[in-house]
Every structure is written in C-alpha cells, then in structure tokens.
C-alpha cells in the first residue's frame, strides 16, 4: 500500500470517526438539519417509499413543480405553483394532529409576517380534514395562506417529493416555480430565514 493510499484510509478513518463521536454526543439533529444530511434522509425515504400512483407527476430538484390545484379554506381552487409566481415560495405540509408540525408553526408565522410583500411567501398545506384546519386557524392566528388536501398515495406531499408521507415537510420554489430545497422534519427555533436563504 502506498502512502496516498495510507493517508486517504486514515482521513477516511478519521472522518467516520468524527461522525460518530458527534452522533453519539449530539444526536442526529445537527446531520441531519445539514443540506447534506437532508439529501442523504430524502433519499433513503425514496427508496423505502410505495410507488407512486402511474402517471402521477413527482416534483425534482432543481425542475418546475408540477401543476396542480387545492382548495383554500373558503373552497377556491389555488393552482400551484402558479398562484405564487413572481417570488419565493415555502410551502410547508402539515396536519393538526401532528405535533411537530404545530410546534413549529409560531416560528413559520413570525416569518411569514417579517417577509413583506416581497419577500419570501409561507404556504402551508394541511394534508387534513378542512374544518379541523380552519378551526386550527381560528384557534392559533396563522395569517399566511392555507390550503387543504385529503392525505393519500397522490396527495400534495407526495407530488412536491416526499412520498414517504413524513411531516412536517417544506420545500422551497423558486419565484418561476423550480424546487430548490427541501425539508424532512421540522425546524429548529430561528432556523427558518437562513434555510430559506441558502
């Protein structure tokens, strides 16, 4: 074995080490809220997910979202991705009964309401009954746009990349409609702005 050799299974070595040090002492948080660690998780959720219903139109990094059209909660029809064309978009899925989703919504709403009207706009999708969404809404004061969709194998989720069904899950669309990132779990406190900055 040469020296290059040596010293790249020692860097190798060294690294793996790193990683497991910081799993056991912090946990997988920090990993896994990494742009890298987020990848690494959406793609091991593909490869374990049911297939998608033929025909069904899957959203992909770096393409436009596919079209589609939900309901708000007085029933209109909101075609995305262009109903929010001309700016940045996080849409954020979500259900009432879930927890994590709802501990990070306060964080989703001071965001949304420091974004202005040219700034980043906050979609949230409920992936859940519309009345215990718009009871929800009452309750909590979310000001940005709500729309609702019925959980299943061709749902909102799935179409915009997750379809293994995990929520909380938030992407970010360009202001033409492409999906730059996505997100797995929810977020941290005062994680929002730079991840969608990013």
């Known amino acids: 074995m040469n020296t290059s050799t040596k010293i790249v299974l020692v860097a190798l070595a060294a690294g793996t080490l790193g990683v497991a040090a910081s799993l056991l002492t912090t946990g997988p948080g920090p990993l896994l809220r990494s742009e890298l660690g987020q990848r690494a998780l959406g793609s091991a959720l593909e490869a374990t997910a049911p297939a998608t219903p033929a025909g069904l139109e899957v959203a992909e990094r770096g393409a436009r979202l596919p079209a589609f059209a939900l309901q708000d909660l007085e029933g209109r029809a909101v075609r995305l991705p262009d109903a929010y064309a001309g700016r940045p978009v996080l849409i954020n899925l979500w259900a009432s009964w879930c927890g994590p989703c709802v501990t990070e919504m306060p964080a989703l709403q001071a965001f949304a309401k420091g974004q202005g009207a040219n700034g980043v706009q906050v979609v949230g999708i409920a992936l859940d009954d519309p009345e215990a969404v718009r009871r929800f809404a009452r309750r909590t004061g979310v000001t940005y746009p709500l729309l609702v969709d019925a959980p299943g194998p061709a749902d909102a989720g799935?179409?915009?990349?997750?379809?293994?069904?995990?929520?909380?899950?938030?992407?970010?669309?360009?202001?033409?409609?492409?999906?730059?990132?996505?997100?797995?779990?929810?977020?941290?406190?005062?994680e929002i702005a730079g991840w969608a900055r990013d």
């Open 158 to 190: 799935v179409r915009l990349g997750n379809p293994k069904g995990v929520l909380p899950y938030s992407i970010l669309v360009s202001a033409d409609g492409r999906l730059l990132r996505q997100r797995i779990g929810p977020f941290e406190e005062g």
